[in-house]
């Protein structure tokens, strides 16, 4: 195992999300078992062609990590037709939501890996295969003894270092001020990365609101975004 397949595979040991009572509607159970055989690409524990799972395979591939209940990924897929969008989530609702949002909207530019997304980006997605990764709302763990399952740290980041190809982007959004520190700490702190903005930016036009970002401002948390640049 090389030094970059160890750092990987610490990253993955710490599992960056909770265990929520996952149970679906009979309305998500329903799409889940219609819809996902045309709309999921399987977890496999070795590198696949992710790519050739989409109708266009030559788009500039987006990953979206933790897409929750999917709303989102719907809209910006919908808004941004000229890029392919693999959401990777392991919440069950919210993949049998999107997969009901997928086909209502007629969104043909979308695939979900139902997995660890730690996982997916070790085994699944060659190297600099990605055009973009959103990371919107990651879960933030707030307290101090549970900061080490926040998603956004040095191995982890390094990891997404070597999955974008150069010129992709990297796009982060927190309600949580001293996470969204953290974020610009490990990105300065990575190579591999330039932050046009030199610090937090402005939302993207194309991204719409999510339900998360609604119950943060509901607590009066700032809303905090952040734009990399792979080099
Ligand atoms: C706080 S929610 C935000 C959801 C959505 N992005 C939004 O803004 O509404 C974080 C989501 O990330 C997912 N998540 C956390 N770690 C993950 C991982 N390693 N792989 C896949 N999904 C993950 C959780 O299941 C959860 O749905």
């Not at 266009?56 to 897929?77: K, R």
């Not at 974020?183 to 903005?197: K, S």
Request: proline share 5%.
């Amino acid at each position: 195992m090389s030094g970059d397949e160890r750092v990987y595979r610490n990253v993955g040991e710490i599992r960056t999300f909770a265990l929520r009572q996952a149970r679906m509607s009979p309305a998500q159970r329903r799409d889940y078992q219609r819809l996902a055989s045309r709309f999921c690409i399987a977890f496999q524990q070795a590198s696949c062609d992710v790519r050739a799972a989409f109708g266009d395979p030559g788009l500039p591939l987006i990953a979206e990590i933790g897409f929750g209940m999917g709303e989102t990924t719907a809209l910006i897929a919908a808004r941004r037709p000229e890029c392919n969008f693999v959401g990777i989530e392991v919440y069950k609702p919210g993949i049998g939501k999107l997969l009901g949002l997928l086909e209502s909207a007629g969104l043909t530019n979308v695939r979900i890996i139902a997995h660890d997304a730690v996982a997916v980006l070790q085994t699944m997605i060659a190297e600099q295969e990605l055009d973009g990764v959103h990371i919107f709302f990651p879960d933030p763990w707030p307290k101090k003894r549970h900061h080490k399952r926040r998603l956004i740290q040095p191995g982890f980041v390094e990891l997404l270092r070597r999955r974008l190809r150069r010129g992709a982007y990297v796009y982060l959004v927190t309600d949580w001020r001293d996470y969204a520190a953290q974020m610009l700490d490990v990105f300065q702190a990575v190579d591999g990365f330039r932050n046009p903005y030199g610090g937090f930016c402005d939302r993207r036009p194309w991204r719409p609101e999510t339900s998360f970002e609604r119950k943060g401002r509901d607590r009066a948390h700032a809303i905090h975004e952040l734009w990399l640049e792979r080099i």
